[in-house]
């Protein structure tokens, strides 16, 4: 499983290097729970970074909009973006969700197949009118998407396992991994969740306000607190494998 961690800007961006992140998620916690950040921050993160650590871009909490989502993605695709990743908050059907995330999918790709595609759903749906997150994997298969991810959209302080259970979250993974997906995992978790999302076999799990000093906007990511999650990870892996002698997909 690849630590994801969310930074805003370079300094946090080191944080996260040093701490261990394995995926450096560029995005703007102002602009909403995916909220887009700005082309030149993400082109210096990439810069920065080493390139054997991925980064990724949120391009935001997005209604219908087809054309504005493509073009954005297309933007981050520019700027170094290694994975575009789509919230879709505001549509309301599946048919459309697959329509937009095409148009997404087309546009990242002109920047090179290897890009990475995430579609994203939230776990609290019901609170913000979104599609029900257990259709997210069937429209990122049917939109030629490679990552399906849930994150909740209201950050109040309540996290994914207040709005799906144990069982729905495995359900979630079992379907991308079904149709070829990877399955990503977010929602202000905390330490504790680490390990429940390990033993469900997710193959990302994402954070910020658990590596940061403060909360989710104000406060700062810290390289101690990513190090507090990538050795985690690591120690789960060492025990998976003591456990089954064979190693974990990610």
Same mark, same amino acid.
Request: proline share 4%.
């Given at each position: 499983?690849?630590?994801?961690?969310?930074? #805003?800007?370079?300094?946090?961006?080191?944080?996260?290097?040093?701490?261990?992140?394995?995926?450096?998620?560029?995005?703007?916690?102002?602009?909403?729970?995916?909220?887009?950040?700005?082309?030149?921050?993400?082109? =210096?993160?990439?810069?920065? #970074?080493?390139?054997?650590?991925?980064?990724?871009?949120?391009?935001?909490?997005?209604? /219908?909009?087809?054309?504005?989502?493509?073009?954005?993605?297309?933007?981050?695709?520019?700027?170094?973006?290694? /994975?575009?990743?789509?919230?879709?908050?505001?549509?309301?059907?599946?048919?459309?969700?697959?329509?937009?995330?095409?148009?997404?999918?087309?546009?990242?790709?002109?920047?090179?197949?290897?890009?990475?595609?995430? #579609?994203?759903?939230?776990?609290?749906?019901?609170?913000?009118?979104?599609?029900?997150?257990?259709?997210?994997?069937?429209?990122?298969?049917?939109?030629?998407?490679?990552?399906?991810?849930?994150?909740?959209?209201?950050?109040?302080?309540?996290?994914?396992?207040?709005?799906?259970?144990?069982?729905?979250?495995?359900?979630?993974?079992?379907?991308?991994?079904? =149709?070829?997906?990877?399955?990503?995992?977010?929602?202000?978790?905390? =330490?504790?969740?680490?390990?429940?999302? /390990?033993?469900?076999?997710?193959?990302?799990?994402?954070? =910020?306000?658990?590596?940061?000093?403060?909360?989710?906007?104000?406060?700062?990511?810290?390289?101690?607190?990513?190090?507090?999650?990538?050795?985690?990870?690591?120690?789960?892996?060492?025990?998976?494998?003591?456990?089954?002698?064979?190693?974990?997909?990610?």
């Amino acid at each position: 499983m690849k630590l994801l961690v969310s930074p #805003t800007d370079e300094q946090e961006a080191l944080e996260a290097i040093r701490g261990g992140a394995d995926i450096i998620d560029v995005k703007n916690p102002r602009e909403g729970s995916l909220g887009a950040s700005f082309p030149w921050i993400i082109r =210096r993160i990439r810069e920065i #970074t080493p390139r054997d650590i991925e980064v990724s871009a949120a391009i935001g909490d997005l209604p /219908y909009l087809p054309g504005t989502a493509s073009l954005a993605a297309l933007g981050a695709a520019l700027s170094g973006a290694n /994975y575009v990743k789509v919230g879709l908050l505001g549509v309301r059907s599946p048919d459309d969700a697959v329509f937009m995330m095409r148009q997404v999918r087309k546009a990242a790709k002109e920047c090179g197949d290897q890009i990475k595609v995430v #579609t994203a759903g939230y776990a609290d749906a019901t609170r913000v009118g979104s599609l029900d997150p257990s259709l997210i994997p069937e429209v990122a298969h049917r939109s030629g998407s490679d990552i399906a991810m849930i994150d909740t959209a209201v950050k109040d302080g309540r996290g994914l396992f207040d709005f799906m259970d144990v069982g729905r979250v495995k359900g979630f993974i079992e379907a991308a991994h079904e =149709r070829g997906l990877l399955a990503a995992i977010a929602g202000s978790l905390g =330490r504790e969740d680490i390990p429940v999302i /390990y033993g469900l076999g997710a193959d990302i799990v994402g954070v =910020r306000s658990a590596v940061c000093d403060g909360d989710r906007i104000s406060g700062r990511v810290r390289a101690e607190k990513v190090r507090e999650l990538s050795d985690l990870i690591r120690e789960l892996r060492r025990g998976f494998n003591h456990r089954t002698g064979r190693g974990f997909p990610l």
